[in-house]
């Protein structure tokens, strides 16, 4: 039997409804923060994922899919978003609209070659929004909030951890500090920090395996290197978070795991008291470099990304559960040849006209199709007739509550419309139709 690839997994039924319902959120939440949808390759040359990382990151140096295509040019899967939108921005001049800063959303497979665990997955879907062209310290909080938003609606408890790298001149001082500091311990390091010592030595906090060692958490901190202008735009940063009700906190050990990182980073994660619960669901930051060191002009950039898998695995740990919808408007029911094609026509009517809706296609019988339409959640059933039909005719049951009516054919819309209003209504009295999707508003939240 062929099977997926190690790493890789299917997305269906109510897991693939749960996802959807995520990526409809998100898009819309977009439209209303003013972001703009962008897609780019699902592979690039190697050289813009290589130079904007960084060599020195785990995520080029152990996770990358790199390969040679067939005009012997190096080329690499997609592992993370932000590299991609940045070579668009430079290849089609963005830069040059007067309408800065740019401001875009991407939601897509990436790929990363690790060992597949709960939450990571060799292909995984990443959402991420940037905002390209504006240094302002009010861009790096609403893209904080914005992330921070996301979840709340969702219904996670969560809080943001923020730091500051500082700039250049920052950076520099921290590098060489850290150098000083784990020289005399290079011993207790694992191989990898050994060489990131050499390399970058920022990505020493960033260890997953040396974390818990005291060497680790008795570290200078970046922030007593910073200077004076760095740390008065990370102060300003923390004055909008408040402004924006972000519940947020000062973790000095975030560094991220990417090389193109400047000023604010942060990341997101699950507030609680439950330790399985306790985890990043999103990140990101300041990248004020970035354009630069891929072929474009000096230009600021910040965003950040969520893995929607590990989005779904803290909904479901968390027990919130998703509204997704779970049934169909309409099932159409019928038996002779006649019949199968007035429910072709009938079928496509009612779907053009708003209401979820299917019909018979394997040639069950009648008893069978009523057993199909429960299997399917239907709401609502429309039983045809040959004798019913040529008096303009249908039969209609309510399959919740049994109740069954024949009507005139040409109310079949408005019946239907009220009916599953009706159906749809809770006991508070309170409950308001939007006129165009039938979907429900109610003031009794509880």
């Known amino acids: 039997m062929i099977t997926k690839a190690k790493g890789c997994y299917d997305l269906y039924g109510k897991e693939a409804q749960r996802f959807l319902y995520i990526n409809n959120l998100l898009a819309s939440l977009c439209e209303k923060y003013n972001y703009q949808y962008i897609r780019t390759p699902l592979f690039e040359s190697s050289e813009v994922f290589h130079r904007a990382v960084g060599e020195s990151s785990d995520l080029v140096s152990k996770e990358t899919y790199d390969f040679v295509d067939r005009g012997d040019r190096k080329m690499t899967l997609r592992p993370e978003g932000t590299a991609g939108v940045v070579r668009s921005y430079i290849e089609n001049k963005m830069y040059g609209d007067s309408n800065q800063p740019v401001k875009l959303y991407y939601n897509g497979t990436m790929y990363r070659y690790e060992r597949p665990q709960a939450g990571r997955n060799r292909e995984l879907t990443q959402f991420g929004v940037e905002v390209l062209g504006s240094d302002d310290v009010m861009v790096d909080a609403e893209i904080i909030s914005f992330a921070y938003n996301i979840f709340r609606i969702l219904g996670l408890n969560v809080k943001v951890k923020i730091n500051s790298l500082g700039d250049k001149e920052s950076r520099d ?7 000083d500091y784990f020289k005399p311990h290079i011993n207790f390091l694992c191989d990898d920090c050994k060489m990131r010592l050499e390399k970058n030595p920022l990505r020493v906090l960033d260890c997953k395996v040396d974390h818990e060692l005291d060497i680790m958490k008795n570290a200078p901190r970046m922030y007593d290197y910073l200077n004076e202008d760095s ?3 990370f102060e300003d940063v923390q004055k909008f978070l408040s402004l924006l009700d972000v519940n947020y906190e000062i973790d000095y050990t975030i560094v991220r795991g990417l090389d193109y990182y400047s000023h604010t980073v942060f990341e997101v994660e699950v507030d609680t008291d439950n330790k399985d619960l306790q985890f990043a669901i999103a990140g990101g930051g300041r990248y004020n470099g970035l354009v630069e060191m891929l ?14 898998d590990r989005v779904l695995i ?5 027990g919130i559960e998703l509204p997704v919808s779970d049934g169909l408007d309409v099932f159409v029911m ?3 040849e006649t019949e199968k094609q007035f429910a072709t026509t009938l079928v496509q009517e009612l779907r053009m006209n708003g209401f979820s809706c299917d019909t018979e296609y394997t040639g069950r019988n009648l008893k069978s199709q009523f057993k199909q339409a ?8 429309v039983i045809l007739n040959d004798e019913d039909l040529k008096n303009n005719m249908l039969k209609v049951k309510n399959n919740h509550t049994k109740e069954e009516e024949t009507i005139d054919l040409d109310y079949i819309l408005y019946y239907l419309d009220e009916a599953l209003l009706e159906d749809d209504e809770c006991d ?3 409950c308001h139709c939007d ?4 979907e429900f508003s109610c003031h009794n939240e509880e």
């Open 173 to 179: 001082n921290y590098r060489s500090a850290l150098v």
């Open 231 to 233: 740390k008065k735009r």
């Open 295 to 308: 072929g474009g002009p000096q230009t600021s950039g910040i965003g950040f990304a969520t893995g929607l």
């Open 314 to 318: 803290a909904l479901e740990k968390s």
């Open 334 to 336: 019928y038996v002779s």
């Open 374 to 381: 429960d299997r399917l959640n239907a709401k609502m059933l």
């Open 428 to 430: 508070c009295g309170e």
């Open 435 to 438: 006129g165009e999707h039938h």
